[in-house]
Nanobody, 115 residues
């Protein structure tokens, strides 16, 4: 089974930027889609952004215009460029590889935005 490793989280002030990355141990092109999700304390995990094999992209309304998801198939890596960060973006961010109804998760990376 493919393994996903996230990195690039951290602590940033409101208005700042971060660019987490997710590197897979296998070929990400074999998956239907790659996505980023987040889970804040006391809240359910929610979709942030997803990019399909065909490069169709969807974003949560709360991040549209601020976040950009991209993928580099040659490097088996997915990125999430996060700009104009807000305190409410604070969460653990998880990468996911999706195939049909199956989903493989990474271990998560913490993003903390201070006001």
């Amino acid at each position: 089974q493919v393994q996903l490793v996230e990195s690039g989280g951290g602590l940033v002030q409101a208005g700042g930027s971060l660019r987490p990355s997710c590197t897979a141990s296998g070929n990400i092109f074999s998956f239907d889609a790659m996505g980023w999700y987040r889970q804040a304390p006391g809240k359910q995990r929610e979709l942030v952004a997803v990019v399909t094999r065909g490069y169709s992209i969807n974003y949560a309304d709360s991040v549209k215009g601020r976040f950009t998801i991209s993928r580099d198939n040659a490097k088996n890596t997915v990125y999430l460029q996060m700009n104009s960060l807000k305190p409410e973006d604070t969460a653990v961010y998880y990468c996911a590889a999706e195939r049909g109804s199956s989903r493989v998760w990474g271990q998560g990376t913490q993003v903390t935005v201070s006001s």
